[in-house]
T-cell receptor, first 112, second 112 residues
């Protein structure tokens, strides 16, 4: 079955710097890759997603890139702010009705 | 639009008991998925329901079961609780023909 790896497990950056989180997946049939942000005591919140027919997607300070050949996808956060501090999860799935497989998460700390 | 709601938010049970958790999806969403989140195993897929039918199931024992009602509300049941069932149980809904899942705040289950 699908396996999603995520690195690093923890990341600490200075406010204003960029943060990059990288994920790899194993199943070449996966075609949907969402990213979730989870704050303490809350459920995961979708922040951006990308499909296999797109190589890059950007939404304000957040961007995601996908390399289908290498089965890699990455989250880029620019101009980080303290409120970006949270746990970030990457995920992969094959179809709208298929189960979503999550990576183990990255705990991001933005130091003011 | 109201988000995904889950009740109760917190539960304390003892080993051997059973528990029922409830999830109300976003209005109009017909797909409901359940996940278990623990510090050691991360986010793991339990099962997914669409139009009252289970379409997908994760690798959990038969003690974990679920159902979906005609109004798309879903319940999951865990019988013969074990200490290892202590976790945050998350429900996510989607439009059924869409990949995007929206999570509720979760139910924190503690088994003593």
């Amino acid at each position: 079955g699908e396996n999603v790896e995520q690195h690093p497990s923890t990341l600490s950056v200075q406010e204003g710097d960029s943060a990059v989180i990288k994920c790899t997946y194993s199943d070449s049939a996966s075609n949907y890759f969402p990213w979730y942000k989870q704050e303490l005591g809350k459920g995961p919140q979708l922040i951006i997603d990308i499909r296999s027919n797109v190589g890059e997607k950007k939404d304000q300070r957040i961007a995601v890139t996908l390399n289908k050949t290498a089965k890699h996808f990455s989250l880029h956060i620019t101009e980080t702010q303290p409120e970006d501090s949270a746990v970030y999860f990457c995920a992969a799935s094959k179809a709208s009705y298929d189960k979503v497989i999550f990576g183990p998460g990255t705990s991001l700390s933005v130091i003011p | 639009k109201a988000g995904v709601t889950q009740t109760p938010r917190y539960l304390i049970k003892t080993r051997g008991q059973q528990v029922t958790l409830s999830c109300s999806p976003i209005s109009g969403h017909r797909s409901v998925s359940w996940y278990q989140q623990t510090p050691g195993q991360g986010l793991q897929f339990l099962f997914e329901y669409f139009s009252e039918t289970q379409r997908n199931k994760g690798n959990f024992p038969g003690r974990f079961s679920g159902r979906q009602f005609s109004n798309s509300r879903s319940e999951m049941n865990v019988s013969t609780l074990e200490l290892g069932d202590s976790a945050l149980y998350l429900c996510a809904s989607s439009a059924g023909n869409s990949d995007t899942q929206y999570f509720g705040p979760g139910t924190r289950l503690t088994v003593l």
